[in-house]
Structures are given as C-alpha cells and as structure tokens.
C-alpha cells in the first residue's frame, strides 16, 4: 500500500470526488435524451461511443504506448466494462423505472458497505471505526438527500433486488478498477473499460431507431458528446487515477458526492423541493468525507 501517502490520498480523494460530482450532473444531459425520445441503453450506449472515440483519439495523440494492455488483464478489464456498461446500467434504470428515482440512489448508496467488505477480503483494508462512523452517516444523508423519508411509499420487492444488486455492482466495478491500476496504467484501464462497455451495449442500442432520432434531431449527438466528456471521459479517468491513490474503502464514502451533486443540480436547475431532511443529508455525506479525510491525515496513509 505505498501508494497511499498522505499527498496521493489528498489528491485520490479530490479525483473520486471530481468523479462523483461529473457523475452526479448526468441528469442534465438525461433529460434532455429522454424526452427527445431516446431509451436509457441508448443513451448509455451513445455516451460509451463518443467516450470510446474521444479518449482513443487522445491516447493517440498523446502516448500510443497506452493502448498496450497485459494480455492477462484483459479478463479483468472485459469485467469492468461488463458491470460499469451493462449490469450496472440494466440494474439502476430497472430500479428507476419500477420503483422511483430516489429509491435507486438510496439503494445504489448499499455500495460502500460492499466496497469495504470486498476490499478487505482481496486487499486486506483495515475496517476502521473512523470508516464504519462515515459510513453510517453515508447512507443516513443519501437517504433524507433523496427524500425517501416520509412519502410512504413501499417499492416492489424486485425493484428492491435490483437496487441493491446496483449497489453490488458499482461495488465489484470498484474493486476490479483497483486491482486493474494496480498493474495497469490509468489511461489505458480507463479506455479498455470504456471499449468493452461499448462493445458489450451494442446489443441494446436499437441501431435503426436509434439512428432516425439523430437524424431528426441532431442537437441529440451534440448532448450526447458533451455528456461524454464530462460523465464518461472525465469521470472515469479521474475515478481510475484516484482509485490508485487512495483505498477502496474511502473511495466508496467520497464517491457519494454523486447524489449530493444530483440532488443540488434538481434544486438549482429543476426547481426540486428542498427540505430540512435534504439540507441535513447534504451536510452528513459532507460530514461523511472530511471524518474520513480527517481519519487519513491521522493514520498517515
């Protein structure tokens, strides 16, 4: 663990929350997608081309050294692309579309308990109390960011099983990026994990439909390059790089930027109620990532 010095963890941590705060604002270019007729794999599918497009053009550019892969990783990053392209998509929207937005966010946010479970069983990370405590308040303050609190609603018990396999595969698409880095350069665990999701999304992108809508609506592949650069090129190379400063542990508590993102992104820019419960949730999760930056300063790792 000699990569996680105090100054790689600093910049780890502020790598995963970059990742979760670009992933956070996805709702914005799903709006748009959505009501301009596109399905969710679609729209996925539309963000892994442009994100696969992009960055080979920069590693192209910049170091084409970095499209050499291990050949045994490749298993490895097949995985990755796999759970981040495919389940974790099919599972989340799922969740979304059975049940409600909100109870897909609280469910996806199980992920840290797996994290920290899985990474002490492959990576030996210490379970921590300063962990558990930030932990806990994580998943406290996704649940009133999202509002669940108080609206009486009970979600069917399948949508229920998919979120929390959600959680389980964001969890599994943790570890393996890390044991990925651990061996592999950022850059290139970045572009082969966004080559196989789109490889593995092509079965589901509905080719002619998804054509005639761009070529309806153009402004569509406008959206949906923007979209790439931030929540697929950005996000993912910053959540690769930052998955080799810091433990998986803590990552999974600073990735829960993503709902206080998504959430302050409804209030500001959708007019989404914002109550007590919110505000509160905001400031645990905040709470949540400077307990575990504070707990890192005095473990010196």
Not at 134 to 149: E, H
Not at 181 to 196: A, E, G
Not at 266 to 279: A, D, M, N, Q, T
Request: hydrophobic share 50%; glycine share 10%; aromatic share 10%.
């Amino acid at each position: 663990m000699s990569n996680f010095s105090p100054d790689n963890n600093k910049r780890g941590a502020l790598l995963i929350i970059l990742a979760g705060a670009c992933w956070g604002s996805i709702s914005l270019y799903i709006n748009y997608l959505s009501n301009a007729g596109l399905g969710t794999m679609q729209i996925s599918f539309l963000r892994q081309l442009f994100s696969v497009a992009v960055f080979s053009l920069v590693i192209l550019m910049r170091d084409r050294s970095k499209f050499r892969i291990r050949p045994g990783d490749l298993w490895l990053l097949m995985l990755c692309g796999l759970i981040n392209g495919v389940l974790f998509n099919f599972f989340y929207f799922y969740t979304i579309v059975n049940s409600r937005a909100s109870i897909a966010v609280v469910l996806l946010y199980t992920s840290p308990v797996f994290v920290m479970i899985l990474a002490r069983i492959f990576f030996g990370e210490k379970i921590t109390g300063t962990k558990l405590i930030a932990l806990v308040l994580t998943v406290i303050g996704c649940v009133f960011v999202t509002g669940v609190i108080g609206e009486g609603y009970t979600p069917p018990p399948i949508a229920i099983l998919t979120g929390v396999l959600t959680g389980l595969a964001y969890a599994m698409n943790n570890i393996l990026t890390s044991m990925a880095v651990r061996k592999n350069d950022p850059q290139t665990v970045t572009l082969y994990t966004l080559l196989f999701s789109f490889i593995f999304l092509i079965p589901f992108c509905g080719g002619n439909s998804l054509v005639e809508l761009c070529r309806a609506n153009p402004s569509i592949l406008t959206v949906a390059f923007v979209m790439c650069l931030i929540t697929g090129v950005l996000a993912q190379f910053a959540f690769s790089v930052g998955l080799k400063l810091i433990e998986s542990g803590k990552a999974a508590i600073y990735g829960a930027a993503e709902p206080v993102v998504g959430t302050l992104i409804g209030i500001l820019v959708f007019h989404e109620e914002s109550g007590f419960l919110k505000i509160t949730g905001i400031i645990m999760v905040i709470s949540a990532i400077l307990l575990i930056g504070e707990g890192s300063k005095k473990d010196g790792d």
